[in-house]
């Protein structure tokens, strides 16, 4: 930010964290505690990640009420083959009910939107409609979405796309995933 920066160069930013490899949520918590420890209103909502313990779910309870996170979904979606499973698609159309009306409520500064890429590229929710909602939120609203294969109408719209590539990982040498670092 250069000291001739105009308020009117202010608004909120649409980023997405997208590819195949892994940090995508992570980097989007970081943000978002970047967020937060500067004073901002931030909702993490996760949109297939269900009910399972992540070690970040303790940590943001602490930062409450500056940061909260919600999970949406039930932790996995069956994909493939067969149909959706109309009970992921309720919860995704739930989860997308309840990020519209966080979007439009004007109560936040942050919004990341968590695994939404999934929910879009297995066809369990219409990009266009996302599109419209992040067109239309409040000016100084930030959303962040991640998940692989970000939608080619959001990486348009988007402000940032950062897309992580896998150059090695500890799961090829048969190295488990390690309590604190990928949970």
Do not use: C
Not at 38 to 53: A, D, E, P, T, Y
Not at 72 to 80: A, H, I, M, P, S
Not at 95 to 121: C, F, P
């Amino acid at each position: 930010m250069g000291m001739d920066q105009t308020e009117t160069q202010r608004r909120g930013l649409i980023l997405i964290n997208t590819g195949p490899g892994k940090g995508k949520t992570t980097a989007a918590l970081g943000t978002a505690l970047r967020a937060a420890g500067n004073g901002m209103r931030v909702l993490v909502l996760q949109f297939l990640k269900g009910s399972w313990h992540y070690g970040e779910l303790d940590s943001i309870a602490r930062l409450a009420p500056d940061m909260e996170i919600r999970q949406l979904g039930r932790g996995f979606v069956k994909v493939g083959g067969a149909e959706a499973d109309p009970e992921d698609l309720a919860l995704v159309a739930d989860a997308w009910r309840v990020s519209a009306e966080a979007i439009a409520s004007g109560e936040y500064d942050l919004i990341v939107l968590d695994e939404i890429n999934y929910a879009i590229s297995y066809g369990m929710l219409d990009p266009e409609v996302v599109a419209k909602v992040l067109q239309d939120r409040p000016e100084m609203l930030h959303v962040i979405l991640t998940g692989r294969s970000a939608h080619p109408t959001l990486v348009a719209l988007a402000d940032t796309v950062t897309e992580m590539r896998e150059v090695k990982h500890a799961y090829q040498k048969g190295i488990l995933a390690q309590k604190g670092i990928e949970f």
